[in-house]
């Protein structure tokens, strides 16, 4: 299992400083205790010249030199002995004067044949020496001063090697509840450090999957936040250069295709347009024709009859003509799609506030939950009227209980992500006859009704043009209550 960045860097801090102090723990163990020793030699040799000093001058046995003797000893924990020729005590740190005496005594008459002498001299000598009595060894010095007394100065080494173990158990308890306390704070720096880190990581993240809409949000100008500001413009480049490359390969995919179908969408449209025309202009000729023959019936009822059906049958005529011109634009690649990043939900939601006095005039019940914004990739010129045909349809055929309801759903898959939009309304269920037709140009499931309403059949075939010209599947569903037409968009 991978660490992360910052349990990485805790853990090597934290092994850094247990390591440094055990270290030091081991460094007081092998070399405390010498240290301890030397610094007794140099506090022996000390006492050794101040008491040396003090007899030359005969100051020995002075208060103020008692004084500075105690002192001296208390501090380095030493025992001091001066005696005379005739072994009278001159001075003496101890109660114990007949032990002082006698380990004196016995370094001068009766040496341990194996001692290990540290430093010696004419005057004096150093050792290292085990009391016989007590098993305890001591650090000694003894010899003669410059006005001929003897003298004995020795201190325990058992205290040292007590010091240092002391010391080597604090050293470790304090070393131990360091380490702890450290580790706390270190994993709290680590976290805050590293969380900017982590931001960049899940940011970069998304980016894999043309996720763009995350920025890192800089907090200072160290290394992180220009990475972070860098990471920002390269999103930002890349949505770009992406949106420029899916407009580029849908503008490829529909030049292949352009030129098989051309022909055949030629031959197909005028077809229909002039099957289509000639109904209306037959309806505008006849009544034309009827109008001029009754110029002079003064029935002006008639004649504004008359006019009022050449009016509509040219409204429709021209309506016609200009979804034609449309849809001629789509089907021929002369209309460029345009694919940009923007909000499907919000998209419908602005169409349905602007409908809402058509709404409110056939008294139809528009269900439409508010939602998440779903980002999607198309024309979102283009997928606004896809929109708009499907609620007109759904508007013209709604029947029963009048509900129209725009539904959200996410398709994920191997290879894309997708969302599909469907506008179901309430009402009779198409032809299953019909079904594989009504994409078609001009085709009408009902006649009587589509001309009531004054459709042209080519709203329909307009959505197809759209949806074919971006490469996306649309459909529609069939519901026992009615009928539910759909369309799918890129997310990624």
Known sequence: MKRSIKQQIAFIFISVMAGTIILCWIINSSFLENFYIQNKKHAIGDAYVRINEAASNGNISSEEFDLELRKTCDAYNISILVIDAESNTIKSSTRDIEKMLSRLYDNYFNPDKDIEYLDKSDKYYLATAMDKLTATEYLEMWGVLDNGNLFLIRSPLESIRDSVKISNRFLAYVGLLATVISAVLIWFVTTRITKPIMELKEISEKMTKLNFETKYESRGQNEIDLLGEHMNELSSTLEKTISELKTANNELKRDIEKKEQIDEMRKEFLSNVSHELKTPIALIQGYAEGLKECVNDDDAESRDFYCDVIMDEAGKMNNMVKKLLDLNQLEFGNDVVTMERFDVVALVSNFITSAEILIHQNEVNVKHEKQEPIYVWADEFKTEEVVRNFFSNAMNHVDGDKIIEIRYRLIEAENA?????????????????SLPHIWEKFYKVDKARTREYGGSGVGLSIVKAI??????????????NGVEFWFELETK
Not at 418 to 432: A, K, M, Q
Not at 467 to 480: A, D, H, L, P
Request: charged content about 20%; glycine content about 6%.
């Open 417 to 433: 992500n997708r969302v599909r939009v469907s506008v179901f309304n309430t009402g009779e269920p198409i032809p299953e006859e």
């Open 467 to 480: 949806m074919e010209s971006m490469n996306q599947q649309y459909g529609v569903i069939n519901y026992t």
